[in-house]
């Protein structure tokens, strides 16, 4: 199969338009297997097929797309760096945008090859034009090349290539293009960051990280709500947030937040500030950053009685950010009555509000309550009780009744709920006192997607494996969740049928 192939390769080669001969072959190569093309891989002469790509017939780009795609994979990417240099170049510049992403897919290849890499390091037009890839309106294109050039800076070798160069004036030049090009290149520069201390070195020696924290702190209420997820990115890593502290943006950010109340455009970035900000605090500490910035907690109050869904979402995934460690809960129990009170709008909001903001509400509830069995004292126990309690008068049916709702992500996040309380004894009682509970855990039929199968599963798997649970559900009822266990998810019971003699 891989000989007709080659046969017909030779075939296009030799002629001048060769449309019937490329439908063949693209017919062909379908069926042959990519070892056996790696095999011929020496003897693939492509130089005809690309120049076929120059050609303005939509049908004979298409074919030699999807043609070159098989073929290259079957080629080393030192052999591809080394003997398709001109026809990579030609590629980046190509009209048609498939002709593009096939070339950068390519590249991508190129660069995750530790030999191959050091070809395209010394090709700097090659490099210049990935970097006006970003420039493009095709996203896939633009995607591809960031990809491509952050990769290529995991090494020494690529940050001195991208910032000791002419390829930083091409990097800025390409940013003028408009705003859209300007804050994929900020995604870069953060990605470029995010990788070490050296890296962001580099990036902000460039003037670019600056350029951004400057926009982000600037006038243009846009403008912020789009870069403060950049710098949440950036954020994520230690060094990215010693540098933020360094320069005063944590600080920044924070006076932004105390003045917005007295600015009329303030829900444009708000929702991203306060994001920051609780993100933060869960990869620090929350109790520092709570107590040196007392305007975030407010602000997170203040939002989740907003009347806009926005506002209250993002306030909801806060709180269950800021709450998802042990630390965090203990913050968020200092505010007292006013968390309690809090605790009553999100069961308010679990049952009435629109589906999303359900779902979110509910993944929250999650993130607070759960208690990993070796932080479970009895002060945190007393806790998480009072917490499910003030979430509503009889909020275990409250659960319940959203879990039978015709909606496999709220049925979903509704077990998930159970699932983050289900190893902790004041649940369990809960649980086994609550009439028909138990049989509605191991009802296999309540449940008929595979997603809503998979969330059973895990509440009964975390209900069978607490110490607690055959003491506190009885014997006879911890061997029924065993045994739903060691069934698996998906387990169907046979429906036994009976013969009957003479019957058709």
């Not at 910032?163 to 030049?173: I, V």
């Not at 947030?241 to 970035?269: M, T, W």
């Not at 979903?412 to 006192?433: E, R, S």
């Amino acid at each position: 199969m891989a000989a007709q192939a080659l046969a017909l390769l030779r075939e296009v080669a030799r002629l001048e338009a060769p449309l019937e001969e490329l439908r063949a072959l693209h017919s062909v190569l379908q069926a042959v297997p990519l070892n056996e093309l790696r095999e011929q891989a020496a003897e693939l002469r492509l130089g005809p097929l690309f120049s076929l790509l120059n050609e303005n017939h939509r049908e004979k780009t298409t074919l030699c797309v999807s043609i070159l795609e098989r073929l290259l994979q079957a080629m080393e990417p030192v052999h591809m760096a080394r003997n398709l240099r001109v026809d990579l170049q030609r590629g980046l510049i190509h009209p048609d945008d498939s002709v593009k992403i096939l070339t950068l897919s390519q590249i991508g290849r190129i660069v995750e090859n530790s030999d191959a890499v050091t070809e395209i390091l010394n090709n700097a037009e090659l490099l210049k034009q990935i970097v006006y890839c970003i420039g493009g309106e095709n996203l896939s294109v633009a995607k591809a090349a960031i990809k491509s050039l952050s990769r290529i800076s995991l090494t020494q070798a690529g940050l001195e290539a991208l910032f000791e160069s002419n390829l930083l004036d091409d990097l800025k030049s390409v940013m003028k293009t408009n705003d859209i090009v300007r804050y994929r290149v900020y995604e870069l520069i953060v990605e470029i960051s995010s990788v070490s201390p050296e890296s962001l070195n580099y990036c902000t020696t460039s003037g670019l990280v600056t350029q951004l924290l400057r926009e982000l702190t600037g006038e243009d209420v846009l403008v912020r709500a789009t870069c403060i997820e950049m710098v949440t990115s950036l954020a994520y890593t230690h060094h990215g947030r010693q540098y933020l502290a360094q320069e005063g943006v944590i600080d920044q950010i924070s006076n932004i937040i105390v003045g917005a109340d007295s600015d009329p455009f303030s829900s444009f970035y708000l929702p991203g500030f306060v994001k920051f900000f609780g993100n933060l605090a869960v990869m620090d500490s929350p109790q520092q950053i709570c107590e040196r910035y007392p305007i975030f907690v407010e602000k997170v109050f203040e939002m989740t009685e907003s009347q806009d869904p926005t506002m209250t979402g993002v306030a909801v995934d806060t709180v269950g950010i800021l709450g998802s460690n042990v630390e965090g809960k203990q913050v968020l129990q200092k505010t007292g009555t006013r968390f309690e009170r809090l605790l009553m709008r999100i069961g308010h909001q679990s049952k009435n509000a629109p589906v999303e903001l359900k779902i979110r509400c509910l993944d929250a509830v999650s993130s607070l309550l759960y208690l990993p069995s070796e932080q479970q004292t009895d002060d945190l126990l007393r806790m998480t009780e009072s917490w499910f309690s003030a979430l509503s008068r009889d909020p275990l049916e409250l659960f319940r009744g959203i879990s039978s709702q015709p909606f496999p992500e709220l049925h979903c996040a509704a077990l998930k709920v159970f699932t983050a309380i289900a190893n902790q004894p004041w649940a369990q009682k809960l649980m086994f006192n609550s009439p028909g509970f138990v049989e509605y855990v191991v009802d296999r039929s309540v449940e008929h997607d595979k997603a809503s199968k998979d969330a059973k599963y895990e509440l009964v798997k975390a209900l069978a494996n607490s110490k607690t649970i055959a003491e506190i559900f009885g014997n006879p009822n911890y061997l029924r969740l065993r045994t739903y266990l060691s069934e698996g998810p998906y387990y169907v019971k046979p429906v036994s049928t009976t013969a009957v003699e003479g019957a058709e």
